[in-house]
């Protein structure tokens, strides 16, 4: 027993050097592995935040990029003016072009509800007719009914006057005259009234489409104008002036030439050394566009105390005596056209491919136009819009 026990101490004497090396490089130290799994949680995180930011994922700034400002700032990040300014022009380019679509749309919803209106008194008349004709055949009928109860050869042999007989049967036969014209006068009024009842429904349908068109065009309006607003409502002030600055806002009240005096609401006259206008209609549409100036931009509107830019024109020449179309697309057909070159006081003047954009000229390359909601009417030069036609009106 006692070899047994110095056997066993032997074996569980001290560990030799080497092997006790070999052991701890087997089984590295519990600090070790806690320090592994943080390394590895944050390689995981990482690679979690490039999958879901992608490549745009970017470190923090160092020192070079800490003095550059955020979009929280106050001037926002370079290039996000010019591009929210570039994306609100091109909505209400949008609006403007729903605008004039809208305005054609109403102009047609009106004058289909005119027309409808006029077939319907016309209808109610002409029916007021059949029925005075089908009471005056009733009236024949019953005086056939009274007189023809006995025979004719009859009635001569018990009549007293034989003559008066004969007129009886004269004036019988003259009423079966009239009662053929008045059955041939009933088959036509009933035609015509067919007739007037078919177009009658087609003006509706057609009246009905122009108001589904008119509700279209009013939601793509509303919606452009919004997204507008919306976009505008993200700047900060200084980046909202900025805006408003490049659209020309802060220009609204500038001269009408060069050297002249500022024109502003309420000026009753163009400057005196305005361009002369070809003619007196001209000066005074012109004349007239110059009292506009100031007054707000309103879709779909036509004065006296708001326009959009083809309600502006046509009322500034309707002030002349000249009636204009409604709409930009229709007002480029009604004059004469002429060249950019030879441009001259009162003449309209368009924009953009879609002729969605008119002003009226006044000389020295400008214009007084109704920009947009937000934008008063104001002088603005032809060249800050794609220029697509002008027309002189008179």
Same mark, same amino acid.
């Given at each position: 027993?006692?070899?047994?026990?110095?056997?066993?101490?032997?074996?569980?004497?001290?560990?030799?050097?080497?092997?006790?090396?070999?052991?701890?490089?087997?089984?590295?130290?519990?600090?070790?592995?806690?320090?592994?799994?943080?390394?590895?949680?944050?390689?995981?995180?990482?690679?979690?935040?490039?999958?879901?930011?992608?490549?745009?994922?970017?470190?923090?700034?160092?020192?070079?990029?800490?003095?550059?400002?955020?979009?929280?700032?106050?001037?926002?990040?370079?290039?996000?003016?010019?591009?929210?300014?570039?994306?609100?022009?091109?909505?209400?380019?949008?609006?403007?072009?729903?605008?004039?679509?809208?305005?054609?749309?109403?102009?047609?919803?009106?004058?289909?509800?005119?027309?409808?209106?006029?077939?319907?008194?016309?209808?109610?008349?002409?029916?007021?007719?059949?029925?005075?004709?089908?009471?005056?055949?009733?009236?024949?009928?019953?005086?056939?009914?009274?007189?023809?109860?006995?025979?004719?050869?009859?009635?001569?042999?018990?009549?007293?006057?034989?003559?008066?007989?004969?007129?009886?049967? &004269?004036?019988? =036969?003259?009423? +079966?005259?009239? !009662? /053929? #014209?008045?059955? *041939?006068?009933?088959?036509?009024?009933? %035609?015509?009234?067919?007739?007037?009842?078919?177009?009658?429904?087609?003006?509706?349908?057609?009246?009905?489409?122009?108001?589904?068109?008119?509700?279209?065009?009013?939601?793509?309006?509303?919606?452009?104008?919004?997204?507008?607003?919306?976009?505008?409502?993200?700047?900060?002030?200084?980046?909202?002036?900025?805006?408003?600055?490049?659209?020309?806002?802060?220009?609204?009240?500038?001269?009408?030439?060069?050297?002249?005096?500022?024109?502003?609401?309420?000026?009753?006259?163009?400057?005196?050394?305005?361009?002369?206008?070809?003619?007196?209609?001209?000066?005074?549409?012109?004349?007239?566009?110059?009292?506009?100036?100031?007054?707000?931009?309103?879709?779909?509107?036509?004065?006296? &105390?708001?326009? =959009?830019?083809? +309600?502006?024109? !046509? /009322? #500034?020449?309707? *002030?002349?005596?000249?009636?204009?179309? %409604?709409?930009?697309?229709?007002?480029?057909?009604?004059?004469?056209?002429?060249?950019?070159?030879?441009?001259?006081?009162?003449?309209?003047?368009?924009?953009?491919?879609?002729?969605?954009?008119?002003?009226?000229?006044?000389?020295?390359?400008?214009?007084?136009?109704?920009?947009?909601?937000?934008?008063?009417?104001?002088?603005?030069?032809?060249?800050?819009?794609?220029?697509?036609?002008?027309?002189?009106?008179?």
């Amino acid at each position: 027993m006692a070899s047994h026990s110095r056997r066993s101490r032997h074996r569980r004497g001290p560990v030799p050097a080497d092997r006790a090396t070999d052991r701890t490089a087997a089984r590295p130290p519990l600090v070790s592995r806690a320090t592994a799994r943080a390394a590895l949680s944050l390689a995981l995180v990482s690679a979690a935040s490039v999958s879901l930011l992608g490549e745009s994922a970017q470190a923090e700034p160092g020192p070079a990029a800490a003095g550059a400002t955020t979009a929280s700032g106050a001037d926002g990040p370079a290039g996000s003016v010019p591009a929210v300014k570039a994306r609100v022009d091109a909505l209400y380019q949008q609006a403007e072009a729903a605008t004039q679509q809208y305005d054609g749309a109403r102009q047609k919803a009106a004058t289909a509800r005119a027309a409808v209106t006029d077939l319907q008194d016309e209808l109610a008349r002409k029916t007021a007719q059949l029925n005075t004709t089908r009471d005056r055949l009733g009236s024949i009928a019953t005086a056939q009914y009274r007189s023809g109860t006995l025979d004719p050869a009859l009635q001569l042999a018990l009549s007293s006057s034989p003559e008066t007989y004969l007129a009886q049967v &004269g004036a019988l =036969d003259r009423m +079966g005259d009239r !009662q /053929a #014209a008045t059955l *041939a006068q009933l088959a036509g009024q009933r %035609r015509d009234i067919e007739q007037t009842r078919a177009e009658a429904d087609g003006k509706l349908a057609t009246l009905k489409a122009a108001q589904g068109q008119l509700a279209d065009r009013k939601r793509t309006v509303q919606t452009a104008l919004h997204q507008a607003q919306v976009l505008l409502d993200s700047l900060t002030p200084a980046q909202r002036a900025t805006v408003d600055g490049s659209d020309g806002g802060a220009d609204a009240n500038r001269s009408g030439a060069p050297g002249s005096g500022t024109a502003t609401r309420g000026t009753s006259r163009p400057p005196l050394d305005a361009s002369p206008a070809p003619s007196a209609r001209a000066a005074q549409a012109v004349a007239f566009a110059y009292r506009a100036i100031g007054l707000p931009y309103v879709w779909g509107a036509t004065g006296p &105390g708001s326009y =959009d830019c083809s +309600g502006l024109t !046509q /009322a #500034a020449w309707r *002030a002349a005596g000249v009636s204009l179309p %409604r709409t930009t697309y229709t007002q480029i057909n009604a004059g004469t056209r002429v060249a950019e070159s030879e441009l001259r006081p009162g003449d309209l003047v368009f924009f953009y491919s879609g002729i969605s954009h008119v002003g009226l000229y006044i000389g020295h390359g400008e214009m007084i136009h109704a920009p947009h909601p937000g934008a008063p009417i104001r002088i603005a030069p032809i060249s800050e819009m794609p220029f697509a036609g002008a027309t002189r009106p008179a």
